[in-house]
């Protein structure tokens, strides 16, 4: 009998401690903002996301240029972007993006085209 009680109140103490991290978690959102950049566009189709979610953010230079640099809250994620595209995960607080793009050199606007 004291073993079901103690079932039942763990199992009462655990839903009283997960149902409202649970609630908290699916409605706080974070910002995500997209500062503008010379020479191309950053565009990501949320403005907000939820909390430990992800978001993808485009980066589309403008003819003839190339991206040189991508930073997520002043880090450099250069390396993190594939095919144009930078995936943001787990996020956990406000991210701010901004993308640094540079003229490209002939063999980079070829390679670009046949890659």
């Keep these: 009998m004291k073993k079901r009680r103690r079932v039942r109140a763990c199992l009462c103490i655990g839903l009283a401690v997960l149902l409202p991290l649970c609630l908290f978690l699916s409605v706080y959102t974070v910002p995500l903002t997209l500062l503008p950049a010379e020479n191309g566009t950053l565009y990501c189709t949320k403005t907000r996301a939820h909390l430990f979610s992800s978001a993808v953010v485009c980066l589309e230079p403008a ?25 943001l995960r787990c996020l956990l607080g406000e991210a701010v993006v901004t993308a640094d793009f540079a003229e490209a050199a002939a063999a980079d606007a070829y390679r670009a085209v046949f890659v």
């Design 63 to 87: 003819p003839g240029y190339v991206v040189e640099h991508v930073f997520v809250n002043g880090r450099d994620c250069t390396e993190r972007l594939e095919r144009g595209r930078l995936r």
